[in-house]
T-cell receptor, first 115, second 111 residues
Framework: DSGVTQTPKHLITATGQRVTLRCSPR?????VYWYQQSLDQGLQFLIQ???????AKGNILERFSAQQFPDLHSELNLSSLELGDSALYFC??????????????FGPGTRLLVL | DAKTTQPPSMDCAEGRAANLPCNHS???????VYWYRQIHSQGPQYIIH???NNETNEMASLIITEDRKSSTLILPHATLRDTAVYYC????????????FGTGTSLTVIP
């Protein structure tokens, strides 16, 4: 158990819908990261938040957004869903948020299926 | 951005040492090498990391070459539960701390 929790574990929805994925970091960790893993793309970094502020952006679509709240939990919002958004979504957390290091601990993931 | 190159797959006999290589020839001086593994579709599991010196923990050993352009993860006594995809990672990007996972090495431990 990494100490990172994600809800829900599974999510089934229809195209065009909007969903929210939730992540609670390990106690004491200030950074939260979101990754997407699809069959044909592997693990792709989406976005990082550090202590409530966006720190880095990766391959995140404009239809996707995220935020980190004062209690440090984070939510990833996916809107106008398409079939291709079906994937595993992982959240990770680390103590720090800047370059130079920082072990990331991953949650169990949310499996999203868009029908 | 430092990227890594790993063989796509490897086999290892149960009880033997598994040696997983990784090339990271563009790594910069202050970038750590991290190793993670992913079993089936579970969340990636942290194994070990290092900067310059060799490192050992209860899971594995990490050997980094002197020029830091490559490294080897060693699982000293592989078990069936070590069958997984192993990722060698260096930090990617100029800000933050995002990881570039690449395609990893699929290790199969054979009974």
């Amino acid at each position: 158990d990494s100490g990172v929790t994600q809800t829900p574990k599974h999510l089934i929805t229809a195209t065009g819908q909007r969903v929210t994925l939730r992540c609670s970091p390990r106690s004491g960790d200030l950074s939260v990261y979101w990754y997407q893993q699809s069959l044909d793309q592997g693990l792709q970094f989406l976005i990082q938040y550090y202590n409530g502020e966006e720190r880095a952006k990766g391959n995140i679509l404009e239809r996707f957004s995220a935020q980190q709240f004062p209690d440090l939990h984070s939510e990833l919002n996916l809107s106008s869903l398409e079939l291709g958004d079906s994937a595993l979504y992982f959240c990770a957390s680390s103590v720090g948020g800047t370059s130079g290091g920082g072990t990331q601990y991953f949650g169990p993931g949310t499996r999203l299926l868009v029908l | 951005d430092a990227k890594t190159t790993q063989p796509p797959s490897m086999d290892c006999a149960e009880g033997r040492a598994a040696n997983l290589p990784c090339n990271h020839s563009t790594i910069s001086g202050n970038e750590y090498v991290y190793w993670y593994r992913q079993i089936h579709s579970q969340g990636p599991q942290y194994i070990i990391h290092g900067l310059k010196n060799n490192e050992t923990n209860e899971m594995a050993s990490l050997i980094i070459t002197e020029d830091r352009k490559s490294s080897t993860l060693i699982l000293p006594h592989a078990t069936l539960r070590d069958t997984a995809v192993y990722y060698c990672i260096v930090k990617w990007g100029n800000t933050g701390n995002q990881f570039y996972f690449g395609t990893g090495t699929s290790l199969t431990v054979i009974p």
